[in-house]
């Protein structure tokens, strides 16, 4: 993958978050390893470690996964503790993957990872097929509205490359993933010790007529993920310059949630409701005709509105839902169980509030995807479905929808830490 | 509907904004750390961005060695001239003088560790409650797992098991007294898309990066500059060659490449075909295995 960098092609590149999961020894750091790799992104001084580093131990071959062990914790305990972010790059696009470990107790991470990818790899050794690690992470997948997944089918050399087996772990993960939400599902047959179908076409599997990994991650249409629909922009601060040229300057600047605003367009402003037009946007010292998610900037208004950090510029005609009582899906983070009853800080767009956990409806057995209507106790890792009571009405959309405003994050108000995420239904 | 697609540094640079801006919001005294390289010039400039047309809402603090190349302190220098932010200096010195750190001896001494010292003591002694920091995950393998938003204890400490979860775009900067943040905007930028946007965005940069002549020695397979901060071998010859540096540093742990890249297509384009990382230009970074880790828990940038 020879190329050399223009000085305009780069402008051209577009930018794809994904994340993989995938269970102990299945072969995820070597696929990973493979794609840093065979994109250049590994340095010579990064090759030259990690041979040390396995001749050291007594490895046989050069092995890839040194290159994703991070902390010297993790190399003693021979673990991964914590997502570990990625970037290599193609002359199409720039990727970021965020690998998280496949151990069971580490849902926490996959779902960290996956608040934020475009698409979600997930492996599946040829020889073992869809077992329970499998479910789960199409789950996390399907809950954290992930737009595109792919199913690597790993160690296809280990099966002597037979359709069969493909077609096979491609059927059982149909069956079961045709009661969860995703919208976009592929399935490529691969090894990623020898390269087959990661970056090059494989020869040894002539039936497969699909396209490659690399080919699919570059290709992948992403254009759509950001919700094309409802304009949502939450004010993250105001900007007044205090300066005489700029002397009545009043901005809003913030980031779009979705959608695009263009000047000229009638909006309200949660939570009070006032209506107004959009003055300008201004991004640096170029005004804009109109700003996209999930483009930053800063929003002028016609009138004189009472709008400060916390508010969200929506469009006049549209609604948002609002209300006090929420029901949400929440993924625990925190060693400390949720406690029924008990108050917490939450952080939702740009809002902090306090709320509380007025009841547990169900846990998720992320195994079975059963819902569990005896057992409540949400601890570390678990999914659960809840509804809270916040201390000032929330305006947001169902995360179903919308990824930002229908997200949130639950703190502990005694260490401040995150200990939960929270997904409105 | 109309395509709409925004490259990955448009997508980047929103990013560090919004991240920039939080920092604003959520806390009372922030401070941008400011070495006089790349980094965090295309920091300062996304900040910027971000607060344009007021002026940026907190000062630069650079952390001196004393050991620094005389064209880095003139490029800040005008930078904070041209610019008007507000420039907070504090010295390693300092620090060697009141006791507070100890200078290293031999040939390859460096003051590049003992900034650790000083960086906790402004902090305190500035009541800084997040200090931004220019680092990339790119860098190195125990910057891969860091956050954007990253907790210090009250001793200025990273535990690297402790750590929040960041999901979506909700960062949590809340804290107890005595405790701070550092936070790192520019996060998810490798170092070709720092270069790409200096190209992009016509950001100014100390000739440093630009090749030159100078006088440089070898060391352990690395050319280094001759300064007075160093001390030579006899062994050691002292020639003049074509160089630049792809980072910049502490004069006496920053090695430079031979190159003749004069502007910024030709750095582009050697970046591009460079088979070794940056850091690989850093003597810090080859101390041991997990040098950086070491360095991070104890509180460097």
Known sequence: MEHEITNSAYLDMELLRFTTAGSVDDGKSTLIGRLLYDSKAIFQDQMEAIERASIKKGEEHVNLALLTDGLRAEREQGITIDV???????????????????????????????????AALILVDARHGVIEQTVRHAYIASLLRIPHVIVCVNKMDLVDFKQEVFDGIQHRFLEFSNHLDLHDVRFIPISALLGDN???????????????????????????????????????????????????YRGYAGRMASGTFKVGDKVKVMPSGFTSTIKGIDFWTEPMDSLTAPQSGTILLEDDLDVSRGCMIIPAENGIKQGQDIELMVCWLSDKPMIPGGKYALKHTTNELRCMIKEVKYKVDINTLDKNYESKNIGLNDIGCIEIRTTKPLFYDSYRQNRITGSLIIIDEATNVTVGAGMII | MSKFLMNHLRELESESIYVIREVVSQFENPAMLFSGGKDSIIMYHLARKAFYPAKVPFPLLHIDTGHNFQETLDFRDWLVEETGVQLIVKYVQDSIDKGRAAEETGYN??????????????????????????????????????????????????????????????????????????????????????????????????????????????????LYAKTPFIKNKDSEIIEKRIVRFRTIGDATCTGAIESKAENLEDIIREVAATRVTERGGRADDKRSEAAMEDRKIEGYF
């Open chain 2, 109 to 222: 001494a460096s003051r590049n560790k003992l900034q650790t010292v000083t960086l906790l003591d402004a902090i305190e002694e500035l009541k800084v409650d997040c200090a931004m920091g220019g680092g990339r995950r790119d860098e190195e393998k125990a910057r891969a797992k860091e956050r954007f938003f990253s907790h210090r204890d009250e001793f200025g400490q990273w535990d690297p098991k402790n750590q929040r979860p960041e999901l979506w775009n909700l960062f949590n900067g809340k804290k107890n007294i005595g405790e701070h943040f550092r936070v790192f905007p520019i996060s998810n930028w490798t170092e070709m898309d720092v270069w790409q946007y200096i190209l992009l965005e016509n950001i100014a940069i100390p000739n440093l990066y630009f090749s030159h002549e100078r006088e440089v020695f070898l060391r352990d397979g690395m």
């Open chain 1, 84 to 118: 570990a972010y990625r970037y290599f790059h193609t002359p199409k696009r720039k990727f970021i993957i965020a690998d998280t470990p496949g151990h069971i107790q580490y849902t926490r991470n996959m779902v960290t990872g996956a608040s934020t990818a475009n």
């Open chain 1, 198 to 248: 990661v970056v090059d076409r494989s020869k040894n599997m002539d039936w497969y007529q699909g396209p490659t990994l690399m080919y699919l991650l570059e290709n992948l249409y992403i254009s759509n993920d950001y919700n094309q629909l409802d304009a949502r922009f939450p004010v993250q601060q105001v900007i007044r310059p205090m300066l005489s040229e700029f002397h009545d």
